[in-house]
């Protein structure tokens, strides 16, 4: 019987009927050493907003949303600071036209839909010409009681979304990818792109490409 049905899955995946890219991708190691010099990571630092037609590796993917929101301790914080600790941010991606939310607890990322366009996210045109962008999203549901009232964890939200933003120009900038960090959100689009809830908000998007030649 687990041989059928192994002989069956292998059949519609040869078919086509099932393609990886619409399950959970695992994400590779992020890069232990990007070989950059911090200080001269900063020194590049810089928005890019035009990018080839070539959708960033995999590989590079894992290394920018590691940057940005992973997991880099063993009790399961994150590479940037977040208010009390807590767990509120949230990484939404649409990459090769496909919506995904980043797990940082299993450095994956998990399918929600296909047919989803880089433009859905943004109300600024040239952020559809992108193959592959990243959404930073307030989780309000995240916050504990006692973080105060709904305007103070909104600042909470966009400090740390700042530093999200800050570690994926640094980890692009060091990985020669560009990217811009960009206030034009189009949160009917991004709700739809990634089926959110209410308390779901979607701050600011980072389009991410190898930058065409100036
Ligand atoms: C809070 C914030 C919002 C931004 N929103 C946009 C935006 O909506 N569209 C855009 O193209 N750039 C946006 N930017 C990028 C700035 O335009 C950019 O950082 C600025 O021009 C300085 O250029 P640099 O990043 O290369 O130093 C934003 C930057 C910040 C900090």
Redesign the pocket.
């Known amino acids: 019987m687990v041989q059928r049905i192994i002989t069956l899955f292998m059949i519609l995946l040869m078919a086509g009927a099932i393609t990886y890219s619409d399950t959970t991708i695992v994400l590779d190691k992020p890069l232990e050493n990007a070989n950059v010099d911090i200080m001269k990571a900063f020194k590049n630092?810089?928005?890019?907003?035009a990018y080839t037609s070539q959708l960033i590796s995999i590989h590079h993917l894992s290394t920018v949303l590691w940057s940005g929101y992973g997991i880099n301790r063993q009790d399961g914080k994150h590479t940037v600071p977040t208010a009390y600790g807590k767990d509120y941010m949230k990484l939404y991606v649409i990459y090769n036209g496909k919506a995904y939310r980043y797990l940082p607890e299993k450095h994956c990322l998990q399918f929600i839909q296909a047919e989803v366009t880089t433009a859905m996210a943004?109300?600024?045109g040239?952020v559809g010409k992108s193959t592959c962008v990243i959404v930073i999203v307030a989780d309000m549901d995240g916050f504990p009681f006692y973080a105060g009232l709904r305007e103070q964890q909104l600042k909470y939200a966009h400090a740390t979304a700042?530093c999200i933003?800050q570690n994926i120009?640094i980890a692009c900038t060091g990985l020669k990818l560009g990217t811009?960090?960009?206030?034009?959100v189009n949160v009917t689009g991004c709700k739809k792109a990634f089926k959110l809830h209410e308390n779901e908000l979607p701050l600011?998007i980072m389009p991410v490409g190898y930058p065409s030649a100036h």
Do not use: H, N, P
């Not at 811009?180 to 034009?184: I, N, S, T």
């Open positions: 630092r810089k928005s890019e907003r943004s109300t600024q040239w700042g933003a120009y811009c960090l960009v206030a034009g600011f």
